[in-house]
């Protein structure tokens, strides 16, 4: 069986993880792709680990998604990963186990990211965690395949085609 391709979808909350992953994942379907979308808080739920902010827990909690996103895409589906998870071995460790990886960083500017955080239904309900990007130092990618700017982007379809294209031979 070939292997799917593992979008992984990276960066601070509120730049738009899952907003992207709900379109991509939408856009492969239409190209008749076999796709599951896997979102890091959803993932925390299911896990049963509420409350694992600390820097090992979201190291942890990141191998983990990368370890079920291998699985699943070793079966032939493509998965889509949106997750935090920006630390430099899990990034090597995909890079490493998975033959289709496409990292995708978004990034936007502090006050859009801040505006959209304030959007969600209880604001309040994470500010005393650790926080990467504020406690908790983010390890970037080294060579993330895509960057996006999703202040400004829109997710067209010529945005997520061109997301696709490298790995369209699989």
């Known amino acids: 069986m070939k292997p799917g391709r593992l979008y992984w979808i990276t960066g601070l909350s509120g730049t738009g993880k899952t907003t992207l992953a709900q379109q991509l994942t939408e856009y492969l379907r239409q190209q008749h792709r076999q796709v599951v979308m896997l979102d890091g808080d959803d993932l925390r739920a299911v896990y049963g680990l509420p409350g694992q902010y600390q820097e090992h827990e979201r190291l942890a909690m990141g191998m983990r998604h990368a370890r079920l996103s291998l699985l699943l895409a070793s079966q032939g589906l493509d998965v889509v990963c949106a997750t935090i998870s920006l630390f430099h ?31 969600r239904p209880d604001p309040a309900a994470f500010r005393d965690t650790p926080a990467v990007g504020t406690s908790i ?20 379809e010529s945005l997520l085609a061109s997301l696709t294209a490298s790995s369209n031979a699989t």
């Not at 460790?93 to 801040?114: F, G, K, P």
């Not at 060579?143 to 982007?153: E, N, Y």
């Open 137 to 156: 130092e983010p390890q970037w990618p080294t060579a993330p395949d895509h960057v996006i700017d999703s202040g400004k982007a829109l997710y067209t």
């Open 89 to 119: 071995e899990i990034q090597q460790w995909n890079r490493a186990q998975q033959a289709h990886y496409i990292e995708i960083l978004l990034t936007c500017d502090e006050a859009t990211r801040l505006h959209r955080l304030q959007q």
